[in-house]
């Protein structure tokens, strides 16, 4: 089991930054991807942004690519998102998962490869 915490959401202006935080602890080992989904009230929940935990590689919705990245610091346990140019679309609360080698995951990307998730952290963009 992965222990995830985010932090980092808050209330920002169209065209502005914000840098989201995930920390994580447990059973890293068994770890295939970590990703980023985010949600709005009604909606499913979305996926954002991937890293395969063995590479590196990064994978992105279409809707982020080019402004939003993800990244980690192993010797800090924590993945990032930066997003930049963000847009009143990006309104949502965010969560981080972690996906195990035990279900890996397909394209799309879907929140039922994920066992561990985070609590979530508000992100809110006015225009």
């Known amino acids: 089991q992965v222990h995830l915490v985010e932090s980092g959401g808050g209330v920002v202006q169209a065209g502005e930054s914000l840098r989201l935080t995930c920390i994580y602890s447990?059973?890293?080992?068994?770890?295939?991807?970590m990703g980023w989904f985010r949600q709005t009230p009604g909606k499913e929940r979305e996926f954002v942004a991937g890293i395969w935990w063995a590479s590196g590689d990064t994978y992105y919705a279409d809707s982020v690519k080019g402004r939003f990245s993800i990244s980690r610091d192993n010797a800090k346990n924590t993945l990032y998102l930066q997003m930049n140019t963000l847009k009143p679309e990006d309104t949502a609360v965010y969560y981080c998962?972690?996906?195990?080698?035990?279900?890996?995951?397909?394209?799309?990307?879907?929140?039922?490869?994920?066992?561990?998730w985070g609590q979530g952290t508000q992100v809110t963009v006015s225009s």
């Open positions: 998962a972690e996906c195990p080698r035990a279900t890996g995951w397909g394209t799309p990307v879907t929140p039922d490869k994920f066992t561990s």
């Open positions: 447990g059973r890293i080992i068994d770890t295939y991807a």
